[in-house]
Structures are given as C-alpha cells and as structure tokens.
Nanobody, 125 residues
C-alpha cells in the first residue's frame, strides 16, 4: 500500500489560488494518480487524474481551465494547482493512488487502492 499525505488546503476568497500537494512513497508508473473532492453534503467526485503511461491528464468539466494536475517524480509528489477558485470548489480534497483511467465521466474511485486523509479547501465569496 502507498501512504499518501495531502497538504496545501486552506481558506481563500473567490478568484484566489491554492496548490495542493500529495506526497507518496512512490508514484505508480502504470496507472493513475487522482484528486477527488467531497463537497459538504454531497457525494465524492473526481477532479483530476494524471495517468503514468503517457502522462495524460484528465479533468472534470467544472475545473477545466482552472485546475492543473502535475507531478514531480524526484519528490514522489503530485500537485493540484487550483486557480480562479469559486465557492463551489469548497470541499475536502483527497489524493488517491493507483487507479484506472477515467472514462465517459466515470472516475472509478473504487479502482484506487490508496487514499490520503484529505485537506480542506474553503472558498468564500
């Protein structure tokens, strides 16, 4: 199993930016690293994934153009740069490891073998 530790959450105003980090013991070179979020009172949803075969990236429609997922293999860290944040981005954000590729709007969270404990992001208007 891979231990994942998220950091970088916080409280910002609308239009602000945050960068989340996910430190892992290693980054899979055959499957995907993902960021998920769970807004208050709602189901968990996929946000972004970076898949290691070709470094392809995937984003939820709600964050396209605002969020960027990236990785630093030397640090075994995956990042989620979040710009132009909106109140609807308020959620607990989770990093997950070793999942399958998103397809047709399905992020297959059950396929991810390891999850971090989450970091809270709060965006105020």
């Amino acid at each position: 199993r891979v231990q994942l530790v998220e950091s970088g959450g916080g409280s910002v105003q609308t239009g602000g930016s945050l960068r989340l980090s996910c430190a892992a013991a290693y980054i899979s070179d055959s499957r995907c690293m993902g960021w998920f979020r769970q807004p208050p009172g709602r189901e968990r949803e996929g946000v972004a994934a970076l898949c290691a075969d070709d470094g392809s990236t995937y984003y939820a429609d709600s964050v396209k153009g605002r969020f960027t997922i990236s990785r630093d293999n030397t640090k075994s860290t995956v990042y989620l740069q979040m710009n132009n944040l909106k109140p609807e981005d308020t959620a607990m954000y989770y990093c997950a490891a070793d999942g399958v590729w998103p397809y047709a709007g399905n992020w297959f969270p059950e396929s991810y073998s390891d999850w971090g404990h989450g970091t809270q992001v709060t965006v105020s208007s």
